[in-house]
C-alpha cells in the first residue's frame, strides 16, 4: 500500500517527460545502480523498485501517515508540523518490498557542489521529524538515507544526524561516477564599466 500511495502522490512533470523520452516511463533501475545501492544499503533492490526524482517530504510523510493509520480522511490535523506545505525534495527515491519490510532509500546528489553542515541540518531536522531518531516510527517501514557525488564529502557533522541516517559516524555515501571528464562553468566577470559585461568558461574544481 505505501508504494502504490506514493506512487500517486508522484506529481512531476520531469519524471513522465523524461521517462517518456528515454523510453523508460516507469524509471526502471538499471542492474549495475541496483548492485550498486544494494551493496551501499546492505539489502538487494529488485527491478521493480518504485523510483522517483524530486519527491516532496510532504508527499512522503503524508503517505506513510495514510500507511500507520489507514485513512483516506480530507483533513488530518498534525501538531508535529511534518506536513509543512514547503517545497523540501528528497532528490531520488527508491522504494521496494523485501519480505515484510518497506525500504525507503533516499539520495541526495551533489555534483559540481558540496553540501555544508547547515544545508544537511535542515534536511536531517526535518528527517528525523518524520522517522524519529532511530527510524523505528513506522511499523515495517525501514528508512535508508546516502548521499551521492563525484568525490567524498568532507567536514560533514555526521555525528548531529540521526542514527538512522548514518553509518556509525561516518557518511552513507557513494561514488555517482558519471560525470564529465573535465567538467566547466561559465562565470561572471567584474565588468570593467557599466555599459558591458564579461563573462568567461572556467574548470569547475
Given at each position: 500500500?505505501?508504494?502504490?500511495?506514493?506512487?500517486?502522490?508522484?506529481?512531476?512533470?520531469?519524471?513522465?517527460?523524461?521517462?517518456?523520452?528515454?523510453?523508460?516511463?516507469?524509471?526502471?533501475?538499471?542492474?549495475?545502480?541496483?548492485?550498486q545501492?544494494?551493496?551501499?544499503?546492505g539489502?538487494?533492490?529488485?527491478?521493480s523498485?518504485?523510483?522517483?526524482?524530486?519527491?516532496?517530504?510532504?508527499?512522503?510523510?503524508?503517505?506513510?501517515?495514510?500507511?500507520?493509520h489507514?485513512s483516506?480522511?480530507?483533513?488530518?490535523?498534525?501538531?508535529s508540523?511534518?506536513?509543512?506545505?514547503?517545497?523540501q525534495?528528497?532528490?531520488?527515491?527508491?522504494?521496494?518490498?523485501?519480505?515484510?519490510?518497506?525500504?525507503?532509500v533516499?539520495?541526495e546528489?551533489?555534483g559540481?557542489?558540496?553540501?555544508?553542515?547547515?544545508?544537511m541540518?535542515?534536511?536531517?531536522?526535518?528527517?528525523r521529524g518524520?522517522?524519529?531518531?532511530?527510524?523505528?516510527?513506522?511499523?515495517?517501514?525501514?528508512?535508508?538515507?546516502?548521499?551521492?557525488?563525484?568525490?567524498?564529502?568532507?567536514?560533514?557533522?555526521?555525528?548531529?544526524?540521526p542514527?538512522?541516517?548514518?553509518?556509525?559516524?561516518?557518511?552513507?555515501?557513494?561514488?555517482l561516477d558519471?560525470?564529465?571528464?573535465?567538467?566547466?562553468?561559465?562565470?561572471?566577470?567584474?565588468?570593467?564599466?557599466q555599459?558591458?559585461?564579461?563573462?568567461?568558461?572556467?574548470?569547475v574544481?
Amino acid at each position: 500500500m505505501l508504494i502504490e500511495t506514493s506512487r500517486s502522490f508522484n506529481r512531476k512533470e520531469r519524471f513522465y517527460l523524461v521517462g517518456k523520452a528515454l523510453g523508460n516511463e516507469n524509471f526502471q533501475l538499471s542492474k549495475a545502480f541496483r548492485d550498486q545501492l544494494g551493496s551501499a544499503i546492505g539489502v538487494s533492490v529488485p527491478s521493480s523498485a518504485f523510483c522517483a526524482m524530486d519527491y516532496h517530504l510532504d508527499w512522503l510523510y503524508a503517505a506513510l501517515y495514510l500507511q500507520s493509520h489507514d485513512s483516506q480522511s480530507t483533513i488530518v490535523e498534525d501538531s508535529s508540523g511534518n506536513i509543512t506545505g514547503n517545497q523540501q525534495i528528497c532528490v531520488f527515491l527508491v522504494s521496494f518490498e523485501r519480505n515484510t519490510i518497506t525500504h525507503l532509500v533516499l539520495l541526495e546528489a551533489k555534483g559540481a557542489t558540496s553540501w555544508s553542515n547547515e544545508q544537511m541540518r535542515c534536511k536531517t531536522e526535518r528527517l528525523r521529524g518524520i522517522f524519529v531518531e532511530d527510524g523505528n516510527r513506522f511499523q515495517d517501514v525501514k528508512p535508508h538515507f546516502l548521499l551521492t557525488s563525484p568525490r567524498r564529502p568532507k567536514n560533514l557533522k555526521e555525528e548531529l544526524w540521526p542514527l538512522w541516517m548514518r553509518r556509525g559516524d561516518d557518511t552513507n555515501w557513494f561514488e555517482l561516477d558519471k560525470w564529465p571528464k573535465n567538467p566547466v562553468k561559465v562565470t561572471l566577470v567584474d565588468p570593467p564599466n557599466q555599459l558591458s559585461k564579461y563573462w568567461k568558461v572556467e574548470p569547475v574544481p
